[in-house]
């Protein structure tokens, strides 16, 4: 690489940086403000491309009627972000953070469907910018004008915002609240209308990174999830509600991408490696290695990085006679369930994947609930364990019972690695180390094409033949997912169960009885991968192959939103919520073609009429927990 090509890629850097920071400065005010975790920015992203690709038509691609458009696009997003403050967020600002994590992820498969309902499911390409549609010279290579333009909207934008905040009344007060909003409401401050002019904002800076992107790249109903995930590593990079660290992550990341590209191949001991290829997931490198050295982000305040523990609930008891006896009933209908299938062929394939699902729910259950510790990368170890029981039964060739009986002990091990990590951390912090470890997990087993198959896959997993027929497969699923359920279940009502629970409710008090709380997270963390692990090989045996979307984002967000809608504070609420979900989402995909609009009004629905989750709502409509009464 020549220094002019070298120079050259870091120009494409500064370009790629300002669109970074400008979604990313957005979410983090939302969040500094606010405190809400939004994942529906994305979307706001993606609706700023494609109305900008609408107005642009309407108006006209001229110079006047390009640029305007721009900015009308922007606006209509940031009416758009006022409506779902005042109508949906308002009514959640004082509930878990977990719970309005779910809720914005509603949103996004509402106004992904509406996306889909209003341009239809083709890429649209927008106009070049007018007068910008040639390029310029630099050190020997054509550049693009256009970009240039770019490298300029990112400073602007800082100076811009660092005006607004430093110089204006309306600027002090988000500072303030950033700091300490209860006492700006204290202090006779609308809390509620500074919420939502900062909403509006976050909401306008998005739309306008979208629209800026038209010329560049086409609109796509896949830039919401991309997009929030480059927004999530920058604001955590730079500091959680720091603008100026949010501008100086952007630069960071992008650059070290622009250098990956231009370096090209590397070669360290007579081993030659493709530092290309680190494009997709080097800023979950970053993102990791700076939560690991410098938690509360290059420019953030260690005064952020805080325990957000849950609400001390009732002890946990082994079940009251009338619960047991429901399980029985409950154990009955599934031993049944084959019967049934007879005549419904897809009952024991429908059936299979929620008992997966629940073996899922209850791992990723049993650390953020009883052991406080929120985790958006749990599907690492459910591909782990996929992976792991694919690899060894093709390429080790070892029997389907060999390979199923060690894949958890793959998962286990990646648990043991990351975990030593991630339990150092809380809250936000940890749960976007978690998301990094999982991206670069998944990283690993999309490029490595020559043992996992790339994003081709695994094909032709399949059991042994005692257990080909799909009925024979099902009571196998129902035995190990009964067994892991109950050993999560047993292990919560033992002295490790209490102890995690102890200092999730109050780490300083467990630190002064001498309860080791890193020790103690860190066995329930790799307990939990184990279990997950467990759940994956069951899903590579169930589908006969296995690809790389399972250790994707999606999955684990369809973990949390189970976890969430049965109820994070129940034993059974991941065991409802995973049912739910999974027979819900399969109902609805069969029915509409806008699947996941139907069932995002759903979830939307669930949390605010069951803010506590579905088994919460039973537990406290019919089984209300009073004082030394059992917390089922």
Not at 415 to 441: D, E, H, K, N, P
């Amino acid at each position: 690489m020549t220094v002019s090509g070298l120079l050259f890629q870091l120009l494409n850097g500064l370009a790629s940086a300002s669109s970074l920071f400008l979604i990313a400065a957005g979410l983090s005010l939302i969040f500094g403000v606010s405190r809400i975790v939004n994942f529906a920015h994305g979307s706001f992203y993606m609706l700023g491309i494609y109305l900008a690709y609408t107005i642009v038509g309407r108006i006209g691609s001229g110079i006047v009627g390009f640029w305007v458009s721009l900015i009308v696009a922007a606006a209509v997003v940031a009416a758009i972000g006022l409506l779902v403050e005042l109508i949906l967020l308002r009514r959640i600002y004082r509930a878990p953070e977990l719970l309005q994590l779910l809720a914005t992820f509603a949103l996004v498969l509402v106004i992904r469907d509406a996306v889909l309902a209003v341009w239809g499911p083709e890429d649209l390409l927008g106009p070049r910018a007018p007068g910008l549609k040639g390029s310029v010279e630099i050190m020997g290579r054509q550049f693009p004008e256009y970009d240039l333009v770019m490298i300029a909207v990112g400073p602007l934008v800082l100076g811009l915002l660092w005006w607004i905040l430093m110089r204006t009344r309306w600027g002090i007060l988000i500072r303030a609240a950033t700091q300490d909003r209860e006492m700006v409401g204290a202090l006779g401050v609308n809390q509620a209308w500074l919420f939502s002019g900062v909403f509006m904002l976050g909401a306008f800076l998005a739309g306008l990174g979208g629209a800026l992107q038209l010329p560049r790249e086409p609109a796509n109903q896949f830039l919401d999830l991309a997009a929030i995930g480059d927004a999530f590593v920058v604001v955590v990079v730079g500091g959680m509600g720091s603008v100026p660290g949010a501008f100086l992550a952007a630069l960071l990341i992008a650059e070290i991408k622009a250098l990956c590209i231009a370096i090209g191949q590397i070669s360290v001991l007579g081993y030659s490696f493709s530092l290309s290829r680190l494009t997709l997931v080097v800023e979950f490198l970053v993102m990791a290695a700076v939560l690991i050295w410098r938690p509360w982000g290059l420019l953030g305040k260690p005064a952020a990085l805080s325990r957000n523990a849950s609400e001390i609930e009732a002890p946990l008891r082994p079940a009251p006679p009338l619960l047991r006896r429901f399980g029985w009933l409950v154990l009955l209908a599934l031993l049944l369930v084959p019967v049934v299938a007879a005549r419904m062929p897809f009952l024991n394939v429908l059936m299979i994947d929620i008992l997966v699902a629940v073996l899922f729910a209850a791992s990723l259950h049993f650390i953020m609930g009883p052991g406080g510790m929120h985790s958006f990368g749990h599907a690492a170890y459910f591909g782990l364990g996929a992976y792991g029981a694919a690899l060894l039964f093709k390429l080790a060739a070892l029997p389907m019972e060999a390979a199923f009986a060690l894949a958890p002990l793959v998962a286990g091990l990646g648990a043991l690695i990351f975990g030593w990590f991630c339990v150092r951390l809380s809250g936000v912090y940890l749960a976007m180390l978690t998301l990094a470890f999982a991206q670069i997990v998944w990283s690993v087993v999309f490029q490595w094409d020559e043992v996992t198959g790339g994003s081709n896959g695994v094909v032709g997993v399949w059991p042994s033949p005692w257990l080909a027929p799909k009925w024979a497969y099902y009571y196998f699923t129902l035995a190990i997912t009964v067994a892991g359920v109950l050993v999560l279940r047993r292990v919560l009502l033992s002295p490790l169960g209490y102890a995690m629970r102890a200092v999730r409710d109050s780490r300083l008090r467990a630190d002064a009885i001498g309860i080791d709380a890193l020790a103690v997270h860190w066995a329930g963390f790799v307990l939990a991968g184990l279990m997950c692990g467990l759940a994956g090989a069951l899903f590579a045996f169930s589908k006969g192959s296995i690809s790389p979307e399972v250790i994707g984002v999606g999955r684990s967000i369809d973990g949390l939103v189970m976890v969430l809608l049965g109820g994070i504070q129940t034993l059974a609420g991941p065991l409802v919520g995973a049912a739910a979900f999974t027979w819900l989402q399969d109902t609805v995909a069969r029915q509409t073609e806008y699947w996941r609009a139907m069932l995002g009004l759903s979830i939307l629905v669930l949390v605010l009429a069951f803010p506590q989750g579905i088994a919460g709502f039973v537990r406290e409509r019919f089984m209300p927990v009073r004082h030394g009464s059992p917390a089922q």
